[in-house]
């Protein structure tokens, strides 16, 4: 059975760090594009950064120079260091492919606030 186990969220005061890591178990794990996704309160859930098997990275506007996606294939984990932590950037952050093709994990809540 396929499962995403995403952790390392918390609170954090605006200007802070935390790293996320998404394990995944019961699926292959280096072909895929992997990516981090982010879900606020009210809004739609949105693909922030995303990393191929060989490490090439891309991001999305509002985290690009804050936020590093990394993965490590061998133990099959994808991390999310976020630096410089904003307001804006509280949510439920999540981890899947780059085409959402494995079920959702539970997410990790990342809530900045002072």
């Known amino acids: 059975q396929v499962q995403l186990v995403e952790s390392g969220g918390g609170l954090v005061r605006p200007g802070g760090s935390l790293t996320l890591s998404c394990a995944v178990s019961g699926s292959i794990f280096r072909p895929y594009i992997m990516g981090w996704y982010r879900q606020a309160p009210g809004n739609q859930r949105e693909r922030i950064a995303s990393?191929?098997?060989?490490?090439?990275?891309n991001y999305v506007d509002s985290v690009k120079g804050r936020f590093t996606i990394s993965r490590d294939n061998a133990k099959k984990t994808v991390y999310l260091q976020m630096n410089s932590l904003k307001f804006e950037d509280t949510a439920v952050y999540y981890c899947n492919t780059h085409s959402a093709i494995l079920p959702w994990g539970q997410g990790t809540q990342v809530t900045v606030s002072s």
């Open positions: 990393i191929t098997p060989d490490g090439v990275t």
